[in-house]
């Protein structure tokens, strides 16, 4: 019962075609090159529309990233504006007004003294440009074999190279090739996942004593630099313990190590900041990674914030014509920084102050959950929140993989319309910002519906009692 498509292509075409030629991200070797998936149309607000016309809560916001909504006529029209007025200038030997009036403002919302920006193209992208732009810093500085980076069992920065190689899930691992001798991990900071019979503190207090002790065993002098995103957002929503950043900050300080934060999913509002850093966390970084929400997810552009005291070292070095040979075609993209400006518009003009006052609505809304069987935990922070499932609750074991309980979930949940992330046996909830409070209760009970009629058919099928 699929509506035809745009231009007159019958729905089956275009699934047809889709299998035929397009690759999708993150597929399986079983069907790689031969997949459609399911087909959204249109997007209005908080909701988006089906191939077969059904109207769904965007519950992802697309990939976290679409903060003000679907179908903005003052972001689209300032794109279109902008495409007309200027639609690209080369960064290489010029420079563009949406550029630079994006960059002060941005700084003006970053932690003081993170007053540089370096466009990019994405959230990867811009944790391959902090990187780069590290390793570049240490070989100026004459000291080359301070290089190694430290990220977190859970963590996700990306799919280029090197960022990849960061990532701490292990199913990111198992079947691709990575810069591993690059790289140092630490355990995730998961409140929920802790050793049994150790309170958080000290769950906290073992998490900084493992950073500590890493530096010790490897030596100050090779490591580069220190990546978290605040909380963890593709990693299951992991809002870490209290004071953890903090502690884990100092210890960079301490020892000249880069901190880089990467708010890729938590800038631009998700924690009703536009960095979350400082606001939420009282940390100040030395580089901040941004995208998705940034353009609202209208645009691809990201980005990282940088303190201008890292480029007067570099300018105050014995080379001043070391090259920092890094730069994309698009970097500073004039449609894409206008588009974001406009987006900080929309930002500064009320949402970050409606995504504050509904985010705990929307926490408590979705931990109510939690007197499901099914569901192990809920967790989350400002608009972002994770719904874990476990086989039970003594255990806390997650449910075997091929239970596949956050697909059957998002399955029941389509159906009463909801789109839902779901992340093996987690589902992750992250609308636009521009949700309201009466919106968050049919979000939270079809999410609620979903997961009754998910224990029904485990029971039914005898995998779950
Ligand atoms: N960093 C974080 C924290 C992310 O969540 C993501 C994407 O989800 C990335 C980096 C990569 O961003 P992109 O997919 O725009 O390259």
């Known amino acids: 019962d699929e509506v035809p498509g745009p231009d007159g292509v019958s729905g089956d075409e275009i699934t047809r075609l889709a299998e035929r030629h397009l690759v999708q991200p ?68 010029t420079t563009n007004v949406p550029s630079a009036l994006l960059s002060a403002r941005l700084a003006g919302h970053a932690p003081e003294g993170v007053d540089h920006v370096f466009y990019t193209t994405g959230g990867s992208s811009a944790v391959e440009t902090a990187l780069r732009f590290m390793q570049f810093s240490n070989n100026v500085k004459g000291r080359p074999e301070k290089k190694l980076i430290v990220s977190r069992q859970g963590g996700y920065h990306g799919s280029t190279y090197l960022a990849a190689s960061l990532n701490g899930r292990p199913r990111d691992h198992d079947w691709m090739d990575s810069a591993g001798d690059l790289v140092v991990k630490l355990t995730c900071p998961d409140p929920f996942r802790r050793p049994e019979g150790t309170t958080v503190e000290a769950f906290c207090d073992f998490l900084v004593e493992e950073f500590r002790q ?165 967790r989350g922070l400002g608009l972002m929140a994770c719904v874990e499932c476990v086989a039970d609750r003594v255990s806390n074991n997650p449910l075997a993989l091929d239970i596949e309980v956050g697909k059957r979930i998002d399955r029941h949940c389509q159906e009463l319309g909801l789109l839902v992330r779901p992340l093996i046996h987690m589902c992750v909830m992250s609308p636009p910002l521009t949700i309201t409070a009466a919106q968050i209760d049919d979000m939270a009970a079809i999410l609620r519906k979903g997961i009754e009629l998910t224990m029904d058919d485990l029971v039914r099928e005898g995998v779950w009692k």
């Open 214 to 378: 890493m530096i010790e065993a490897r030596g100050a002098e090779r490591i580069g630099a220190f990546i978290a995103e605040p909380v963890m957002a593709s990693g299951g929503v992991i809002v870490p313990p209290d004071d953890y950043l903090k502690r884990m900050r100092k210890l960079c300080r301490d020892n000249d190590i880069l901190f880089i934060a990467d708010e890729v999913v938590t800038a631009f509002g998700r924690l009703g900041h536009v960095f979350a850093s400082q606001d939420v966390f009282g940390i100040d970084p030395d580089m901040i990674t941004f995208a998705k929400g940034v353009t609202s997810g209208y645009f691809p552009l990201g980005g990282v914030m940088i303190a201008g005291r890292l480029f007067e070292e570099l300018r105050r070095s014995n080379h001043s014509d070391a090259m920092f040979a890094h730069g994309l075609t698009y970097s500073s993209h004039p449609v894409g920084c206008a588009v974001a400006l406009k987006n900080l518009d929309i930002l500064e003009g009320g949402l970050l102050e409606h995504a504050r006052a509904v985010s705990d609505h929307f926490q408590k809304s979705l931990k109510a959950l939690e007197d499901l069987p099914l569901v192990g935990e809920v």
């Open 26 to 93: 993150w597929p399986v070797s079983g069907s790689i090159g031969a997949e459609a998936r399911g087909r959204i149309d249109a997007g209005e607000g908080i909701y988006v529309t089906d191939a077969a016309g059904r109207r769904l809560i965007d519950g992802p916001a697309g990939m976290w990233c679409v903060n003000a909504g679907h179908r903005n006529r003052e972001l689209a029209e300032v794109m279109a504006a902008q495409a007309m007025e200027l639609s690209y200038n080369s960064p290489w030997y």
